[in-house]
Structure formats: structure tokens, C-alpha cells
């Protein structure tokens, strides 16, 4: 498989209430001369994370060790900018599983969903309360159930469904990438060639 597939993540969330997160913010340019998916997660918000003397800053959420867990909250419109892949492979490589936000740019969701991150897109209210809970409680757990498209406070039970595309799902259930989802229905594609007249 391309990576772990996806049902239910029950996990702690690191928030990020900043909105337009573009993806020279997730990933700057300097480091996307790798061309494999691995070790992308040590640079991640790298100019966020560290100063020009590669120390961390105090002030910076992922250096706050009261906030951890496998689900980033990020405000709204998150991952504009550029359609670099690397953006992704840095919040996977991260540990990040699923990334929650009230709206996303298009290309950065679909190259989360092509290699195992589920983004979550809620209303700007179920945002707002996630972000307030998580700051009022930072061992709050989120519930992501993608089998039944649901995020769910856990501590509260506020919930809210969200949508995703029908091939991406059954891909992150399964933890397909395009190409495995193809190898899998090799045999329905060899009769169809088989059995279709030219």
C-alpha cells in the first residue's frame, strides 16, 4: 500500500488559528529539491519553527509541548499559494494525519488526499469552537470518522459532517494511491480490453 489507510483517527490536534496558510509558509522554496516523499517533516513551517540561528521559537505552536497529536487545525483557507506537492508530504511526513480547516485550496486538498492526510473542511463556527476548546483544554481529543464523513469533539460530543469525494474514500479506507487503486482493478480493465470490440 502507499501508506496507512484511514478509518477512524481518535487523537489530541495541535491548532494553528492563521488564516491563509499559503504553502511556501508550510514548506519554504529552499528545501524542494528532494524528489522522495521522506524527511520533509523536519522543515515544516520551518520559518515558523526556527530563527536565523536554526533555534526554536518559544512562541511557535509546534514548539509548544502542551500541544501534540496527529491533527492539525488551521484556519481558514488553508494551503493556498503553490501547487507544490512537498507542502503535503511535509504534514504527512510531520505526523499529521488529518488536517482541519473551514476551507482549502483546491490542488493542496487533493495532494493531501493522494498521499494518506484527510482534509476536513467545516463551517467557520465548528472551527471557532474546535480552536476553543483545544485552548481551553489542550488534551481535548477529535473523533475523525471517515467511513461516516463525521468530526466530533470527543469531551463534548459537538459534531459536524463533512464531505469528500467518493474515489478519494474508498482510496484513503484502503490506502491506495492512483496507481494502486489501478493495479487493484487490473483484472476488471484486462477483461474489459478483452471483451470490448474495436
Excluded at 483557507?77 to 510531520?94: C, I, L, M, P, Q
Aim: proline content about 5%; aromatic content about 12%.
Amino acid at each position: 500500500m502507499a501508506y496507512d489507510s484511514f478509518h477512524i483517527l481518535k487523537s489530541t490536534a495541535v491548532p494553528l488559528p492563521i488564516e491563509n496558510v499559503d504553502t511556501d509558509q508550510i514548506i519554504p522554496a529552499r528545501f524542494l529539491k528532494a524528489t522522495e516523499r521522506k524527511g520533509f517533516g523536519d522543515n515544516l513551517f520551518r520559518d515558523w519553527r526556527y530563527d536565523q540561528e536554526d533555534s526554536p521559537k518559544e512562541d511557535f505552536v509546534l514548539n509548544n509541548p502542551i500541544y501534540r497529536g496527529k491533527i492539525l487545525v488551521g484556519g481558514h483557507n488553508f494551503g493556498s499559494g503553490s501547487s507544490r506537492e512537498h507542502a503535503a508530504w511535509a504534514v504527512y511526513d510531520y505526523g499529521f494525519r488529518c488536517v482541519v480547516s473551514s476551507f482549502f485550496a483546491d490542488i493542496f486538498k487533493n495532494n493531501c488526499l493522494n498521499i494518506g492526510v484527510l482534509p476536513v473542511q467545516v463551517s467557520a463556527e465548528f472551527l471557532n469552537t474546535i480552536f476553543e476548546t483545544i485552548t481551553h483544554n489542550p488534551k481535548t481529543e477529535l473523533i475523525v470518522d471517515l467511513p461516516q464523513q463525521k468530526i466530533q469533539i470527543n469531551s463534548t460530543g459537538a459534531s459536524e459532517n463533512f464531505e469528500i469525494n467518493a474515489y478519494k474514500k474508498e482510496n484513503m479506507l484502503n490506502g491506495y494511491d492512483d496507481i494502486d487503486y489501478l493495479n487493484n482493478i487490473k483484472s476488471e480493465i484486462q477483461d474489459f480490453a478483452e471483451n470490448t470490440p474495436l
